[in-house]
């Protein structure tokens, strides 16, 4: 419920034979303003099919209208002092580690680092995007030396405090990890395949379709490999389940967040379809092992068994 495929995948191919599907685009500014016309332009399309479908497809399509906010996070606000968003990260930090995801988070990027690698012992370079405090960086690369991979990562944020605490833990940890203060909309000048993977998790819903499209372009320009995007899978279960774990923190304002995030969440199609207007290809896949929904956009040649969510 709430990924409406049927209806979806109809919108979609109305939208592209009436020749409204973004063909291309000269800059990011222009990638983002098309990125996010088109996404609206499906969604109404999306309403449209569901009413002819009727019945249950119809209900179901209601039911995402009233799910969905542009409401930010009160971990995104301005205003929100720096001590207090990291206490927010912190808690996340705490709650993945119950949960146990990053052990899974870590799996699925080993497996393409270990492609990537082939045995060449050749150091592996990773940028994680909107990373808080690193948890995820700081798991990886204690896996990765637990198992003898080289490799290399650059955390990124844009709140400061984020980056102090994790270069403090990676110095304690002796971990090869380095935590920068990055836009991830007006990153440096790295060179052109600067890093083997580019990664953006549990955080791909605080940004609009337009600046996932611009981070997915700028991936493609200085990734090798390929990029990763992880984040819950669209559904109501996640809309109850996700704020009812976020209660166990005992922080109100994180319990909020947890509501605002999960009816945040993007279906599979409008991951689908913000890969393909950000790189122009259909070398991307989708994949939902729950409860998640991962983007894997690959720049190395190799194509995705899945470039389209079944």
Known sequence: ?????????????????????????????????????????FLDERFRVSRELSGVSFLTELLDRVMRTSESEHMDDRKLSEREKLELVRALDRQNQMLRLYPRYVE?????????????????????????????????????????????????DIVPIFIEEGNRQAEEKKLPVTFRLINAFEMPEFSSGSFDLMVLSQS????????????????????????????????????????LMATMQGIASFTLDGFISARKFY??????????IATGKRNHAITSPWPLSILTVRFDGIKPDVCQPS
């Open 204 to 243: 791909i819903h605080h940004f609009t379709p337009g600046q996932l499209a611009i981070m997915i372009a700028q991936s493609a320009k200085q990734t090798k490999t390929a990029f990763v995007g992880i984040d819950g899978y669209r559904s109501m279960l996640l809309a109850g389940g996700v704020p």
């Open 108 to 156: 699925m990027l080993l497996s393409i680092i270990e492609e990537t690698d082939q045995g060449k012992q050749q150091e592996i370079r990773i940028l994680e995007l909107a990373s808080g405090s690193g948890g995820l960086s700081l798991a990886l690369a204690e896996e990765a030396r637990r198992k003898n991979l080289p490799l290399s990562i650059v955390a990124s």
């Open 1 to 41: 419920m709430l990924q409406l495929k049927k209806a979806g995948l109809k919108a979609l191919d109305n939208l592209r034979s009436a020749g409204l599907f973004p063909s291309s685009w000269q800059s990011m500014e222009e990638l983002e303003a098309k990125t996010d016309y088109f996404l609206s332009l």
């Open 267 to 276: 279906s599979e199609l409008e991951l689908d379809i913000i890969a393909e």
